[in-house]
């Protein structure tokens, strides 16, 4: 099939010439026809399969077919409405409308927070054909009185699944509630949970549903591949690929907004020009990133999940997972920024110990074995070992094997705050004392009187704190008070392709050297690289909105923004991901923890996770 079989108006047969297109891709072919005929849409694509021009081709050619009517300001109604779940995805949406729809005599405007209102205002008073928007601003403009949605004749929702995960459902049900009855709908997901299945019964009528990809495939042409590495040489690793394979364009994902800060300085401090992209930057900034970003003056993009959607860049080569998702599909998700259009890409995972558990499920989710190539030189260190990822008051499991007891999972949590708040502690050093981010105070002069004490006291050491005890739970396998089989062996192994440690005679280094010190060492429990976050505020990096622990909200600002999941306008924070949800996605694995012992290793775990079973199994303990 060719697009000439399609029927489209000639004008947009003009511009998809231009635009190089000849074969619609299998999503395309299947959903231009079933809209032209007006019938409601229950379509699954994975990102990258041409979803967007499979339901913006058919609705331009549709609304060219008839006159508007008059919004009440004395423009144009709004007949085509597109929701999204990010700025980033909308924006990509409007520009495809407008490079489709640009020889046709139809107008459409995008609407999203985090720039001014104004403008936006006054487009839609002038009249638009199609708006695309993203739930909380249009919500914000309707309840205001600018948008009337009484002459929709086309609702599309774009990426469900992420909308639902961010918490928009309360959001698009309220959308519902505003438009016509009467309307075409046309629901586009990735995957379909019971909520969506839920959404699109009271949605569409009698629809026509199409699954193009299963949601646990990957692009054929996306090379894969796994690089063990040790928990805190991940960013070494990150700058030793992208410069030995002289990349000139790279897409990277991180778990929170401040891994994404930290590893875009570590590589543009290092000589690789980054920058960061996340909620808490600016739309300008925003925009600015990703204009460098596929102009090639950036050769970095770090990313979290969630401001990555709706990145549309022709020819990505590589995208790089610098800490590995909790939840399988944003693996998916991910991986599927690049292998676009049929294009062919490389998808790098960096794993840690702390991570193998959940590399193991996104394989039995993409059902592939990924090859596993070893960094000679930024392997785990001898006797490193997984340990609990601590967002905050949220502890995530991620390593294979049995997870420690709740000791262990709380220690890793208060440890990781305690690391947060150093953190913030250092940075107000660093800009002068919270005194607004103009530098360093400089030295008190004579006649000013003596130099105040700090309010906190000193901040107590933690890198050089006393030696003690790690977290009891681990090491020996066995927890306080006796109980056997709580902990893991001290040669408990996994995939044999990660073991690239031992003493160079055919021994592995053992999985626990002793007891631990307490204080803050490599192997401490994190959130991602560099500390713990608060899974229930933005990416995970802020705390809560009453909480300012250096009575300084002047610099709390800076480095903290104190943000609630909840605008002030009742909208809920656009910025949070299922990785942020962890009340629902905690990793809970059962089985038997298996004792340690030298010389032939510790009995293997048994239970959910099918890799259980005398000390062997396929995971990817060292």
Known sequence: MNFEELNLAPALMQAVRELGYETPTPIQAQAIPAVLAGKDLLAGAQTGTGKTA????????????????????????????????????????????????????????????GVGMNPQISKIKRGVDILVATPGRLLDLQGQGFLDLSSVEMLVLDEADRMLDMGFIHDVKKVLALVPKDKQSLLFSATFSDEIRELASNLLKNPQSIQVTPSNTTVQRITQVIHPVGRNKKKDVLLHIIQKHDWSQVLVFTRTKFGANNVADFLTKNGVKAMALHGNKSQTARTQALAGFKLGDIRALVATDIAARGIDIEDLPHVVN????????????????????GASGEAVSLVCLDEEGFMMD??????????????????????????????????????????????????????????????????????????????????????????????????????????????????????????????????????????????????????HNGPRPEGRGQNQARGGQGGGQDSRHGDGDELPRHIDPLKTTQFARLDLPNRNPVRSSGQPDPTRTSIDSLASGNRR?????????????????????GYGGGGGGRGFGR
């Open 54 to 113: 499979a339901f913006t081709l058919p609705m331009l050619h549709k609304l060219s077919l008839s006159e508007p009517g008059k919004n009440r300001f004395g423009g144009k109604a709004i007949r085509a409405l597109v929701l999204t779940p990010t700025r980033e995805l909308a924006a990509q949406v409007e520009e495809s409308v407008r490079e489709y729809g640009k020889y046709l005599q139809l107008d459409s405007t995008v609407i999203f927070g």
């Open 589 to 609: 694995r059962g089985g038997g923890g298996g004792g340690g012992g030298g010389g032939g290793g510790g009995g293997g775990g048994g239970g959910n996770r």
């Open 322 to 341: 610098f800490e590995i998702p909790n939840v399988s599909e944003d693996y998916v998700h991910r991986i599927g920024r690049t292998g676009r259009a």
């Open 362 to 511: 996104i394989e039995r989710f993409t059902k592939q074995e990924i090859p596993v190539q070893l960094l000679e030189g930024f392997g785990p260190d001898s006797g490193e070992i997984a340990e609990p990822i601590a967002m905050g008051r949220q502890t995530l499991w991620g390593g294979a094997g049995k997870p420690p007891g709740r000791d262990v999972m709380a220690a890793a949590a208060k440890a990781a705050r305690q690391d947060m708040m150093q953190r913030i502690r250092d940075n107000k050093v660093a800009v002068g004392g919270g005194a607004g981010g103009q530098g360093p105070r400089q030295p008190r002069g004579e006649g000013q009187g003596p130099a105040r004490p700090s309010r906190n006291g000193p901040a107590p050491s933690r890198r050089n704190g006393p030696a003690g005890p790690r977290f009891e739970g681990q090491g020996d396998g066995r927890r306080e008070g006796g109980r056997e089989g709580g902990g893991r062996g001290q040669e408990q192994r996994g995939d044999p392709r990660f073991d690239n440690r031992g003493d160079g005679q055919g021994r592995p280094a053992p999985r």
